[in-house]
C-alpha cells in the first residue's frame, strides 16, 4: 500500500473547490475541511507535502513524508494508528496542518512513489477527476510551475514532431481546438517575395534561383492562451497537411506565435526578415473550433491565416454555450469572423461577458437578438 497526499497552493484549492466534494478516496469520500482554518495553515506552511506509508511485520505501519524532511504524519484523532479504519479521517502533519489525501493500490511501489500530483508534469495514473486531474498537471490552463508542458507533446501533427504541450488533457472545462498546416513554403517562395534578378546579382553576388532554393530555417510554431503556453514546436517541410488537436479553456483568450526560434531567446527580433542570413519555413494554417454535440462534431472555422509579415494572431474563443444557445439562430460554422450585425453581436457579447456563465442568463437571446439589430442600425447609417 502506497500513499501520497498534496496539499494544493491557495489558488488550487479556489479553481478545484467544486471537484473537490466529488473527490473519492479508495471507497470513502474525502471529508472536507474547515476552510478557513487551511487557508491560514496553507498561507503558514505552503508547501506540498507527500508521504509514503511502509508495511512491517505484524501489520505495524510507518508514516513518513518524502517532500522535504522526513516528519511523521498523524490522523486528525490519535497519534497511534489502525490503516484498517483511519483512510476516512482528516490527516494532519506534524505542525497541524490539514492534507489531502490519495491513495491507490499499488505492486509496483517504486515507481509510483516517484509519481506526484501537482507537480507539473503530467501523470497518467493521476489523470482523472479522483486525482483533480493530477493536481492540475496535464491541462495547460491548470498547470503550475516551470515544468509543464516540457516535452509533453509526442508525435505530434499525426507523428511527424516532438514539442512541449498537453496531449493528455481532458478536464472539463476545455475545448479542443484543431490547428491544421495547409501549406509550407520557404519565405522565399516567389508567391511570398518578389523582386529584381538584378538586385541579388549586384548587392549579394548570387542568382535568384539559387537564392530561392537556399533551404529553410525550421520555424517556431507555438500558442499560448491565457497567457500559458499550450503547445511549442518546429515546423518542418514534412507537417504540411497535417493537423494536430489540442484542448484549451473554454473561452480562453490565445495567441498563436510564430518566430524563427522561441520568443524568450530571441527577444523581439523579426522572424520575417528576409534579408535575414536564412530563409525559413513560411506557414498557411486553418484554426478550428471543435463543438461536440450529442456525440457529433461539428468543425467550426476560428481563422485561416498565413503568416507572411506577421507573428502573432490574436483570437478569444467562443465559450460552448454560445454555441448551445445560438445554435438554432445564426449559423455556426461562419460564427467566428466579427463581419455582419449577427457576428458583431456575438463578438460584442463575448467581449462584454466576463463570467462565461452569463450565457446562461434567461434574457440572453434578447440580449443577443437586441445587440444584432444595433448592430445592422449602426451599419444603415454608415450606408
Ligand atoms: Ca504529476
Given at each position: 500500500m502506497v500513499a501520497s497526499s498534496k496539499k494544493n497552493s491557495k489558488e488550487e484549492e479556489e479553481a478545484t473547490r467544486a471537484e473537490e466534494e466529488k473527490l473519492i478516496v479508495g471507497k470513502e469520500e474525502i471529508k472536507r475541511k474547515d476552510e478557513e482554518k487551511e487557508e491560514e495553515e496553507e498561507e503558514a506552511n505552503g508547501a506540498d507535502e507527500e508521504m509514503v506509508v511502509e508495511k512491517y511485520p505484524e501489520d505495524s505501519y510507518s508514516f513518513l513524508s518524502i517532500?522535504?524532511?522526513r516528519e511523521p504524519l498523524f490522523s486528525?484523532?490519535?497519534?497511534?494508528?489502525?490503516i484498517s479504519s483511519s483512510f476516512d479521517e482528516s490527516w494532519v502533519s506534524s505542525s497541524g496542518s490539514p492534507l489531502e489525501m490519495y491513495f491507490f493500490e499499488s505492486e509496483h511501489k517504486e515507481y509510483y512513489c516517484k509519481l506526484k500530483v501537482g507537480d507539473g508534469v503530467c501523470d497518467d495514473i493521476f489523470n482523472k477527476i479522483e486525482y483533480q486531474y493530477d493536481g492540475g498537471d496535464c491541462c495547460s490552463d491548470t498547470c503550475a510551475g516551470?515544468?509543464?508542458?516540457?516535452?509533453?507533446?509526442?508525435?505530434?501533427f499525426y507523428g511527424y514532431v516532438s514539442g512541449d504541450?498537453?496531449?493528455d488533457c481532458q478536464r472539463p472545462g476545455t475545448v479542443p481546438i484543431s490547428i491544421k498546416l495547409n501549406n509550407i513554403t520557404s519565405s522565399r517562395d516567389p508567391e511570398l517575395l518578389v523582386f529584381s534578378d538584378d538586385w541579388l546579382v549586384e548587392f549579394?553576388?548570387?542568382a535568384e534561383d539559387e537564392w530561392r532554393a537556399e533551404s529553410p530555417d525550421n520555424l517556431h510554431f507555438s500558442l499560448d492562451c491565457d497567457g500559458k503556453n499550450v503547445f511549442a514546436v518546429y515546423v518542418e517541410k514534412?507537417?504540411?497537411g497535417q493537423r494536430e488537436t489540442m484542448r484549451v479553456r473554454d473561452g480562453a483568450n490565445c495567441t498563436l506565435v510564430t518566430r524563427r526560434i522561441p520568443e524568450e531567446i530571441i527577444g523581439?527580433?523579426?522572424?520575417?526578415?528576409?534579408?535575414?542570413?536564412y530563409p525559413i519555413w513560411s506557414i498557411d494554417y486553418t484554426i478550428t473550433n471543435l463543438y461536440i454535440k450529442s456525440n457529433r462534431e461539428m468543425e467550426i472555422e476560428i481563422s485561416s491565416e498565413h503568416n507572411k509579415g506577421k507573428e502573432r494572431e490574436n483570437f478569444k474563443l467562443i465559450p460552448t454555450c454560445y454555441f448551445d444557445k445560438l445554435q438554432d439562430h445564426t449559423n455556426l460554422s461562419s460564427i467566428?469572423?466579427?463581419?455582419?450585425p449577427s457576428n458583431e453581436a456575438i463578438d460584442w457579447l463575448v467581449d462584454n461577458d466576463?463570467?462565461?456563465?452569463?450565457?446562461?442568463?434567461?434574457?440572453f437571446i434578447e440580449r443577443y437578438a437586441l445587440a444584432s439589430m444595433f448592430f445592422a442600425m449602426n451599419l444603415s447609417e454608415e450606408l
Open positions: 517532500h522535504g524532511p486528525a484523532e490519535t497519534d497511534t494508528f489502525d516551470s515544468s509543464c508542458g516540457i516535452g509533453g507533446l509526442k508525435n505530434a504541450g498537453f496531449p549579394m553576388g548570387i514534412e507537417m504540411a523581439t527580433q523579426s522572424t520575417f526578415d528576409v534579408f535575414d542570413k467566428y469572423p466579427a463581419v455582419g466576463e463570467q462565461n456563465s452569463e450565457c446562461e442568463d434567461e434574457n
